[in-house]
């Protein structure tokens, strides 16, 4: 008996250990992903930031974002492939020029914002970072309107008044995307070359219910041309002739933008595959999606690899870390041997 309680002792006691340094290494684990996150958080883009005068200047006071080592690049990703080509993008680049503005708040800029600016925002032509309030640190747009759902279509149709107002002749196409989006610039500027910015059209995923012609999902991101900007501000905001404020600012920007005459373009590929996306990538490959989506989406909800162009523009719902993942697959992971069509 004494034996038995002996060998019953040992065991737990060895359970107790063997627990103890799974959670050491579960906390470390832990720990360490919030360092490498903070680090990032912490490195700069290409953005050209304020000076060290109007840093101490800002009345929000919020803290600098510089100081630690880069674990990202934020220069040119042609230092990663040495003899790679990328001239038809660099000219894409000088012939269609993109703002991009950036929807986020306050408490997100170190947590998801910083990420976008560290990743694909830095291909934009032209980036603006827009908030209820001016961060001069970061830097962000301050719009003055309050945070929350339901003070997203507000929000947006002060953003691209401002845009209009202050930056019209920066950029021909206009992105809309939210903090938690990822954009893939090339892909977005191929789809924008046949069209040209002063017809009044806008892109992005299609769903059909609430405006005639369908509107655009705002978290996969939508894409105005100039003549569209100025219809929706000269025609719409500015003499009300929209909804200005309230709850689901896509479908309210849908109905603007159709009162105004500008009309929503097929964004799929010429196969009929989605170039923007409400979802990360594997919700559209395993098709496992909510019902109204389903409901909703002006193609058939369709899932699949074959669903999906070879030249997709967006995914929505991407956190920090895939950020950077889809960063590195997008941009750094080729198969060796292999040259990759330039058609659909």
Not at 12 to 35: A, E, F, W
Not at 52 to 80: C, M, R, V, Y
Not at 152 to 169: N, S, V
Not at 219 to 233: F, M, Q, T
């Amino acid at each position: 008996m004494n034996g038995c309680s002996t060998n019953v002792w040992w065991c737990v006691v060895l359970t107790m250990v063997y627990g103890s340094v799974l959670l050491l290494l579960n906390l470390k684990y832990s720990n360490d992903s919030k360092i490498v996150l903070s680090r990032l958080s912490a490195g700069q883009s290409s953005c050209v930031c304020p000076t060290a005068s109007s840093t101490a200047n800002d009345k929000h006071g919020e803290k600098q974002h510089k100081g630690e080592p880069l674990l990202w690049q934020a220069e040119s990703d042609a230092s990663f492939h040495k003899g790679g080509d990328d001239t038809v993008a660099r000219r894409l680049e000088q012939k269609v020029r993109v703002l991009c503005y950036i929807m986020t708040n306050p408490e997100s800029l170190d947590t998801k914002t910083i990420h976008v600016k560290n990743t694909w925002a830095k291909r934009c032509n032209k980036v603006l970072f827009i908030s209820s309030v001016t961060n001069n640190t970061f830097p962000t747009v301050g719009v003055n309107i309050s945070e929350g759902r339901h003070h997203l279509t507000g929000k947006t149709m002060k953003a691209f008044e401002y845009i209009y107002e202050h930056h019209i002749d920066d950029a021909d196409w206009f992105l809309k995307a939210d903090d938690d989006t990822y954009v893939i610039l090339e892909n977005l500027r191929h789809l924008l070359e046949p069209y040209s910015p002063n017809e009044p059209v806008y892109f992005g995923h299609h769903f059909t219910p609430y405006v005639k012609q369908g509107y655009h999902s705002g978290g996969a991101g939508y894409v105005l041309s100039k003549e569209a900007l100025r219809r929706l501000v000269v025609n719409g905001i500015l003499p009300r002739n929209c909804t200005i404020d309230g709850y689901g600012e896509d479908r309210h920007m849908g109905g603007c933008m159709q009162n105004v005459g500008v009309r929503i373009v097929n964004s799929t590929d010429s196969l009929g595959r989605s170039r923007f996306h409400c979802f990360q990538p594997w919700g559209h490959l395993f098709g496992k999606y909510p019902e109204w989506y389903i409901r909703y989406d002006a193609n058939g909800a369709k899932s699949g690899q074959n669903s999906i162009s070879d030249y997709a523009v967006s995914f929505h719902y991407i956190s920090p870390q895939l950020m950077y993942g889809l960063e590195y697959v997008v941009y750094h992971l080729r198969p060796y041997g292999i040259k990759m069509a330039d058609n659909e």
